[in-house]
């Protein structure tokens, strides 16, 4: 046995006495701890906590073995690999980035580091020793209709039909930093592609265009009530690559601070070369979002991200909001990991689209629509803000 110290077995849930990580699996799962040593993923200098992407690899990992495992069965399998390989070179394979400093490889082993916590950054994860789940492993969801609405989760029903394709009318705003005044401007760092609106009118006067939503009897063009009140207020979301420039879109002048919120629409079409340009920055593989919110959510903050790969939904992705700074008057947080941290790895001759909704209190604030293009004549990443829906 990989681990002969141990005298107790998880079994799975759901009832068939099958042990969780049975010896056959456990030699699968130890292959898949040293393929990730070998992988780009050991070298994101953003991973945001040192286990994640290694979390995320074994997952895919195991699927590929048809064997389905949650990040968090994965996180807790290792808490116990690191318990019995202490003293024992296998343990470099579970070590975190501080230990691995001071840990001298084995003959011809390849060990990369991985990031700390960014300063100021709060976790807000589970404990991966809660429980376990036998059927967490992310789905891949392919209903007819997805192109026209962002799918409900279980606990979370759909909220109102998004326009995924290319004639949707998305009003653009122009390209001007917000006001000083505004409370939330030095919260995300200065970005050339700072994007502001001058409010909820175009040149014209009128209301910005809506494609594939109907005004209800109310006049909310975003089929809420106009007199429902929302528990927060998104008031910027940021975007940053490895090799670009952060892209920052402000929505405190497309709705004003003394209106009541409304929830909003972008699309950002994201540029990324595929995985085989070496012009790429050599830690480059996705994009980091993040938001500013009015104030810290009472009960939760979370993102549903799925991935559309041609015509599948390959992947859902739910996770909860990151605190990463906290001062009167803003919340910033940072969305949780997800295919667009990673979306170089996605294959590149087929169409792809991400989707975010960003949820806070069990009310859905903000929906992005990306749009990726793999073409490689640019070796750097690039977003650009292509327009909103209200």
Known sequence: SLTPQRKHRKLLKDGSGAEVWPEAIEKIFVQGLREYWNSPYATYPQSRGRSRWRNQFLVDYLQKHNILRSKKQVASHIQVLRNMWKGEPEYQLVAGGEELADISPTAGSTIKLEDHWPNGLIPLEFDDHDGYSSNSASPDFSPPDFQN?????PDHSA?????????????????SLASPASPYVTSFPN????????????KHGHLSPVHALSMDTTGSASGYPKSQQYPNRIHALWLTADGMSPLTIRTDRLISPNMPYEPLQFKIRLSISTMDDINCPPALHGFLASVCLSHYWTSSGRCITKTIVGNTTISEDVGALEVSQMTVGTVNAVLPDSYLNRCRWLDPNTPTSITQ????DDVSLLFVIYELDRATGNPMPSAQFAGFLK
């Not at 609405?149 to 989760?153: G, K, M, T, V």
């Not at 909704?357 to 806070?360: K, M, S, V």
């Open 149 to 153: 609405q962002f799918l409900p989760s």
């Open 159 to 175: 909220t109102r039909q998004l326009d995924m394709g290319s004639g949707a009318q998305y009003t653009s705003g122009p390209h």
């Open 191 to 202: 970005s050339p592609n700072d994007f502001s609106f001058p409010g909820p009118y175009d």
């Open 357 to 360: 909704e960003i949820i806070i």
